[in-house]
């Protein structure tokens, strides 16, 4: 146990809490900038068991901030190329890297048999995805972002409010690492709270982590966070659908410019988000609307807006990357 010691040692932690990580099997949803940060701090404390979802594979811009990366990496799976690294780092940790997409259509079956998820993706619709499921089966979920020079991390679900119940309502446009542009310590300082919140939470740590959120700003050099633990659900709340999931009785509709790339979506209605609303276009009686674009931005505004005036199901689809 000499690897482990100086962590028994922490108060709190001892032989028990060791013990929990070492049974603990965790999914972790991206090996980006803070997927990178996250998984050597999971397999270093003995976690037993990580399965990690990354459909990308290592480019040269992600090198500045991955740093779980080497040049020589560059071209390999992001997900294979982390367990290689982390099982380098550790032996113990048994690493089941998957070349996949987390989605609608693959959620469950890449949450099955896990104790607790960490939503380390750049994509908000993923974020959304893993609270949905994760609230329906009682799984705990720590979710971060971190964009420019700031981001936050929080414990969602589990018996704590969703990401949909502390975030209600998106901002009028969203930014990413790729349209925003990140610094490397920011997201390495984010994924570190994460790493800690998650192995809190598997090793049975007191006081848990879920139902608290923690924000961190370079630009200001504040810390900050808030508890959530009373926060009410959204009563309606329109969830992800993945394209395989659509059916022929569905009223399709494309929010995409014609010029926009992305899959094509055979028989959808091709508008736009200020086409719904008072006065708006509503989908045929008894079917299920289906909103579409690339982020899942537009769709969000486009089903808030026909909310407003049809009662009828609705469905959105993120289609990009």
């Not at 803070?34 to 397999?43: D, E, F, Q, S, T």
């Amino acid at each position: 146990m000499s690897r482990y010691d100086r962590q028994i040692a922490v108060p709190g932690m001892g032989a028990a809490g060791q013990a929990r990580l070492a049974r603990a099997h965790l999914l972790v949803i991206g090996a980006g900038g803070l997927g990178a940060a996250v998984l050597p701090y999971l397999a270093g404390a003995g976690v037993g068991r990580i399965r990690l979802v990354d459909p990308d594979i290592v480019e040269e811009s992600n090198l500045h901030r991955q740093v779980i990366f080497r040049a020589a990496d560059l071209g390999r799976p992001k997900a294979e190329a982390a367990a290689a690294h982390l099982r380098a780092l550790n032996p113990d940790t048994v690493l089941e890297p998957l070349c996949a997409r987390f989605d609608p259509a693959s959620a469950a079956a890449l949450c099955a048999g896990v104790d607790l998820v960490l939503d380390c993706a750049d994509s908000f619709a993923a974020s959304y995805v893993a609270s949905d499921h994760c609230m329906a089966a009682g799984l705990p979920l720590v979710s971060a972002s971190a964009t420019g020079r700031a981001g936050y991390a929080g414990g969602f679900c589990g018996g704590a409010p969703s990401l949909r119940a502390v975030f209600p309502d998106l901002p009028a446009r969203l930014g990413s690492c790729a349209s925003e542009g990140v610094l490397g310590p920011v997201v390495g300082t984010i994924g570190g709270v994460q790493a800690q919140m998650a192995l809190a939470i598997a090793a049975g740590l007191d006081p848990a982590p879920l139902g608290r959120l923690v924000s961190f700003d370079a630009a200001s050099w504040r810390m900050g966070g808030f508890g959530f633990a009373g926060a009410p659900e959204p009563a309606r709340a329109p969830g992800f659908v993945a394209a395989s999931q659509i059916g022929p009785g569905d009223h399709l509709v494309d929010l995409r410019a014609r010029d926009e790339p992305g899959p094509p979506l055979p028989g959808a209605a091709r508008l736009t988000v200020e086409d719904f609303g008072p006065g708006g276009l509503l989908p045929p009686h008894g079917a299920r609307a289906v909103l579409a674009c690339r982020s899942g931005l537009r769709a969000w505004r486009a089903a808030a807006r026909l909310g407003a005036v049809w009662e009828g199901e609705i469905a959105l689809l993120a289609l990009g990357p």
